[in-house]
């Protein structure tokens, strides 16, 4: 089965600063790549979505941006984050063939002050 | 557009007691349906992935039916137990290939010892 790391586990970050957070990978190869976030008393809404290096697929418009540097890295980004930015951050990955599960990650803790 | 919704919201049942979460679906047109375990503050992890094809599907004391034609699901729970007590989630993955889940807003089981 797969292996998905996030980080970091929680961050802390004012209005209007930058945001990074990284994803990666391991036991698969070129998996589509997902961000999902889950705001507080909400579900889980799909942010992004990558079949490929490079390919990213925005789910919903906002503030925030996803590269695939490489092909089993996914990285989620803002150049000034918002109040409603805060949430739960969570990085899946779906292999390519098999049955189509999905891993997720143990996810990043955003909060915006 | 794809609707997932989840019946209870909330449940708590003493320990020992067989239990039954339901998740319904608009689109009959699925993949596959994937039932997922989530512990406060934790990410996701996967319980049991049903294909469309399929009927069911067992995983120790858990046992996951589908109905595609009728839009349901259920999540089967024999023998509770306190450490099951956390938020299950529902998912359905469209027929296209970016495997992309929509989500239920998931029930709260707690399981009293």
């Known amino acids: 089965s797969q292996t998905i790391h996030q980080w970091p586990a929680t961050l802390v970050q004012p209005v209007g600063s930058p945001l990074s957070l990284e994803c990666t990978v391991e036991?698969?190869?070129?998996?589509?790549l997902y961000w999902y976030r889950q705001a507080a008393g909400r579900g889980l809404q799909l942010l992004f979505y990558s079949v490929g290096i490079g390919q990213i697929s925005s789910e919903v418009p906002q503030n925030l941006s996803a590269s695939r540097p490489q092909d089993r890295q996914f990285i989620l980004s803002s150049k000034k984050l918002l109040l409603s930015d805060s949430g739960f951050y969570l990085c899946?990955?779906?292999?390519?063939?098999?049955?189509?599960?999905?891993?997720f990650g143990p996810g990043t803790r955003l909060t915006v002050t | 557009k794809q609707e997932v919704t989840q019946i209870p919201a909330a449940l708590s049942v003493p320990e020992g007691e067989n239990l039954v979460l339901n998740c319904s679906f608009t689109?009959?047109?699925?993949?596959?349906l994937q039932w997922f375990r989530q512990d406060p503050g934790k990410g996701l992890t996967s319980l049991l992935l049903?294909?469309?094809?399929?009927r069911e599907q067992t995983s120790g004391r858990l046992n996951a039916s589908l109905d595609k034609s009728s839009g349901r699901s259920t999540l089967y729970i024999a023998a509770s137990q306190p450490g099951d007590s956390a938020t299950y989630l529902c998912?359905?993955?469209?027929?296209?290939?970016?495997?992309?889940?929509?989500f239920g807003q998931g029930t709260t089981l707690q399981v009293k010892p």
């Open positions: 049903i294909q469309s094809s399929q």
């Open positions: 899946a990955s779906q292999g390519a063939g098999g049955l189509g599960e999905q891993y």
């Open positions: 036991g698969t190869s070129n998996p589509n």
């Open positions: 998912a359905v993955r469209d027929s296209s290939n970016t495997g992309k889940l929509i």
């Open positions: 689109d009959s047109a699925i993949y596959n």
